[in-house]
Every structure is written in structure tokens, then in C-alpha cells.
């Protein structure tokens, strides 16, 4: 079927497995591009993976068979609709773990295929990227900042596409280094809001390093942020109680001077390339934008950098799959389906041209 012209009302139906929640969402775009969610179902895999300290990709490709027709089903109900209603279905086809990503695929195909509409490959980064448009109406261009458990990068999101990656991290993403943190010192799974939980009854007394502090690049370096505080605990143990919460502030608080410091290097670069005059705003996307003390620490840099910052709901922040539609949505009103061939991809930068950051590893 051919894509509905550009100035269409869009209704598409969002699939999301790339990680450890199964998520389907109707959402629907405006012809003035406008969006609203007509339903965002979450079925999150928390507790099946909670034993093992982390994600397990067989585990998680199991349940998203069992959870995604049921997720489906769910949002259509939600939002009223069935299949016939639809003008495409998307699915986030990467960066992820194959397993799952291979399960939302063949999924989104097999309704797009039966049910004669287009399919759109979506990368699950650009979805986060392009968050704000949806629950902001934001105007291209603008920073993005995405923390998850997954990724830590900055970008220019310039249009539909078009992303210019400024920073990225040379070994641990930031959430994935709070869930070291919280794994070390011996908290509940996901170690991100155990950490902070912690840190509220802790001091950051503790020295811990800045690594890439004042660097000209914009990108992120967590992995001897994380030795020194397992050098820190190991020097301490036994941990009192009192140990745990202070080496949790103190970790915190170096994610926090990360952060700033990394966040303010890329909104210069982003004024060295677009000019002092262009709009400055600064979308925050991923799990980890959750942490309040990251958040008055954003708030921060760009109050002093003269950005408009958005944060879009938590809900909206971690994975889900309204964002996916909405990315889909955003894909097809300018004509960007994709055949059934596309692929389901365990990495896809969403900045191909980007140079490599010398050491970094497969989370580039
Ligand atoms: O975006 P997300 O839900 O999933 C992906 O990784 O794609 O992010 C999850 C990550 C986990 O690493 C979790 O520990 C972290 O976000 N996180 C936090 C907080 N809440 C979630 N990290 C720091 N502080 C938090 N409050
Ligand atoms: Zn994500």
C-alpha cells in the first residue's frame, strides 16, 4: 500500500523489544505534526532478570514472544481501534539485543504484511531523539542528550534523520555504570535508582575521579570512575551501612561534574556549529534522567548556557513504544517506509559518519 500523502492525519501502531521491556502504543500524528498518544501499553521484564544482576538476552527474547501479540492487543483496545484504523506499524529495529529486536520485527511485519500497510524500520535511538517533538512540539534543531542503561551520546538532532553524534562514551554508558555501582556495593537491581535512594543518606565525602573533565571533545569515559570506587569499597570492608550511602553520594556526585562538564562542552560545540543565533534547546532522554541529582545539574548547565531544557515524562523517557510510533509516524509523513527486507540490527549508530572515539567499544 502506498504511504499516505504528507499532509495526512498518521494513526500507527509502535512495537519496542530491543531490551527488557515489551511495549506497544498506538499514537496518532496531526496534519500540522502535532502527535497524541491514543495508548502505551509497558509490559516490563523486571523481575524475570532481576536474579541475575542484569539482562539476560535469551531470557528476554523468550518473554517478549509470550508478552508482545498480548502488548498489541492491549493498546489497540486501549485506543479503541483495530487494525483497519491503522496507517502503518513500526517497530524499533535496533540498536539492541537481537533476539528481541528479531521478535518485534517479524511481529511488525507479519500485521503490516496482512494487513496491507507500511512498515517502518525505526531505530531506537532516533525514537528517543525525536521524543520531544512528540510531547513538546519542538522545532528542529536541538541537542540531545540520551542516558540509558544502554547509551550515553550527545547529538544535534538536526531533522528527520539527520543526527550529528558530538559525544559518546568511550566504555560504560552512564546507567549501565550506576548499575555496576549498585552491583558492587551490593544494592537491588536496577543499581540507578537504588544509588540514588542510597546517596540521600550518604555524604560524598569519598574522593572519587572526573575522568575526560575539560576535555575538547564532548565524550564520556566511566570505566575508572567505577574501579576507583570498587578500590574505595574494597579499602573500606566490612561496609557499614554508613560506608554504602557515602560511596553512593560520592559516586553521584562525580556522575553529576561528568555530566555538567560533558553536557557543557557539547552545548558549545553545538553554538560553534550552528551559530550563537540558532535556538538552543536541550532534550534529556533514557532511564537515567530519572536521577533528580543529574537533573538540578542540567538544570544548571543550561540556565548558564541560555538552553531551553526538556525533559519529557519518565514514562516517556525510558523505553516504551510510543515513542517508536511516534518516530514511525514522523517517518511516514515524509514518505520513508521501509520493504520487508529491513533488517532487524543489533548495533546502528544514528550517526554513521561519525568518527570513531578512540577506544571506545561496542556502545559507540
Ligand atoms: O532507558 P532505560 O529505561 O533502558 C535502557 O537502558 O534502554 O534506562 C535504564 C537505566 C538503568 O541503567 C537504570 O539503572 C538507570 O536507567 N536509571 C537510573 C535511575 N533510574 C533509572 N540511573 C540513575 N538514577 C536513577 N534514578
Ligand atoms: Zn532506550
Known amino acids: 500500500m502506498a504511504p499516505a500523502p504528507a499532509n495526512a492525519p498518521l494513526t500507527v ?21 502535532s502527535g497524541e498518544i491514543l495508548s502505551s501499553v509497558v509490559r516490563s521484564q523486571l523481575d524475570l532478570h532481576a536474579a541475575y544482576g542484569g539482562v539476560v538476552p535469551e531470557i ?17 483496545t486501549e485506543a479503541e481501534l483495530d487494525f483497519d484504523a491503522l496507517d ?24 503490516a504484511l496482512g494487513r496491507g500497510l507500511p512498515f517502518v524500520a525505526v531505530n531506537h535511538l532516533e ?67 537504588a544509588v540514588e535512594a542510597c546517596a540521600t543518606r550518604g555524604r560524598p565525602t569519598i574522593a572519587l575521579p572526573r575522568p575526560m573533565l575539560g ?6 569515559s566511566l570505566a575508572g570512575l567505577k574501579t576507583a570506587l570498587r578500590h574505595e569499597a574494597l579499602a573500606r570492608s566490612p561496609l557499614s551501612e554508613k560506608d554504602v550511602a ?26 560553534e556549529r550552528l551559530g550563537a543565533q540558532m535556538r538552543r ?40 513504544a510510543a515513542m517508536i510510533a511516534w518516530a514511525g509516524a514522523e517517518r511516514l509523513a515524509r514518505g520513508l517506509a521501509n520493504d520487508l527486507s529491513a533488517p532487524a540490527r543489533a548495533r546502528w549508530p544514528l550517526d ?8 571506545a567499544g561496542v556502545k559507540a
Open 13 to 33: 501502531l509502535g512495537i519496542e523489544t530491543s531490551c527488557d521491556e515489551t511495549a506497544a502504543a498506538v499514537v496518532r500524528r496531526a496534519a500540522d505534526g
Open 88 to 111: 502503518g506499524v513500526a517497530t524499533a529495529s535496533g540498536p539492541g539485543l537481537i533476539g528481541g529486536l528479531i521478535v518485534g520485527v517479524i511481529t511488525g511485519k507479519a500485521i
Open 60 to 76: 528476554a527474547a523468550r518473554a517478549h514472544v509470550e508478552l508482545l501479540d498480548v502488548a498489541i492487543k492491549q493498546a489497540l
Open 215 to 220: 576535555r575538547s571533545e564532548a565524550h564520556f
Open 352 to 359: 554513521p559518519d561519525a568518527p570513531p572515539a578512540l577506544g
Open 281 to 320: 534547546a536541550l532534550v534529556v532522554a533514557g532511564g537515567v534522567a530519572a536521577n533528580r541529582r543529574l537533573a538540578s545539574a542540567l538544570e544548571a548547565v543550561a540556565r548558564k548556557h541560555d538552553f531551553r531544557l526538556i525533559v519529557p515524562p519518565p514514562e516517556l523517557c525510558t523505553d516504551n
Open 127 to 193: 525514537a528517543h531523539a525525536l521524543t520531544a517533538r512528540l510531547t513538546d512540539n519542538l522545532a528542529f534543531p536541538y541537542l540531545l542528550l540520551l542516558v540509558s542503561g544502554g547509551h550515553t551520546q550527545t547529538l544535534i538532532i538536526r531533522d528527520v534523520g539527520v543526527y550529528e553524534r558530538l559525544g559518546t562514551t568511550l566504555d560504560d554508558a552512564l546507567g549501565e555504570a550506576f548499575d555496576k555501582a549498585g552491583k558492587l556495593l551490593g544494592l537491588s537491581y536496577p543499581g540507578g535508582p
Open 246 to 271: 557515602d560511596l553512593c553520594a560520592s559516586f553521584q556526585e562525580a556522575v553529576a561534574d561528568i555530566v555538567r562538564d560533558r553536557t557543557a562542552r557539547a552545548m558549545e560545540i553545538y553554538i
